[in-house]
């Protein structure tokens, strides 16, 4: 897998959010809305012991993808989707920069059997209502 040294950086600009329920038997999603200000976190917990030689192991004792979305304009069918309490994937796709004249990729990161956490409507006078939304997943790739 192609990492820092190679040169490659992962660039999302255009890219597109898929939310999705779990149970669809879909691996590509559907657009439910158009999303903007999204942040995926992805955390690893970790616990240190030390050795009787005085070194230092480190046990990986779980993972965890937080997605939350600050604006996101959708329809009813994200309602459902929240409202159902379902298990929910989450898809980043966008585009994979290389080296000058390097072809252009399709970068993913895929959230698997995540659950939704938040989901709050807003609205102002003569605009729009607009969507927050958080979810969290302890399963997950990613790939480009």
Request: with cysteine; glycine share 12%.
């Amino acid at each position: 897998m192609p990492g820092i040294a190679t040169g490659e950086t992962y660039s999302f600009a255009e890219g597109k959010l898929y939310l999705y329920a779990s149970a669809s038997g879909t691996t590509s999603g559907s657009g439910m809305g158009f999303a903007e200000n999204a942040t995926l976190r992805i955390t690893y917990g970790w616990k240190d012991r030390q050795d009787p030689d005085n070194g230092y192991r480190h046990y990986l004792t779980g993972r965890r993808a937080d997605l939350s979305i600050g604006q996101l304009y959708a329809d009813k069918v994200l309602f459902d989707l929240c409202n159902a309490s379902a298990a929910v994937n989450a898809k980043f796709e966008g585009r994979v920069t290389g080296p000058a004249g390097a072809p252009q990729k399709s970068a993913q990161y895929v959230l698997y059997s995540g659950v939704v956490e938040q989901f709050e409507l807003s609205q102002q006078r003569g605009q729009l209502f607009v969507g927050n939304y958080s979810m969290h997943a302890n399963l997950w790739s990613a790939f480009g």
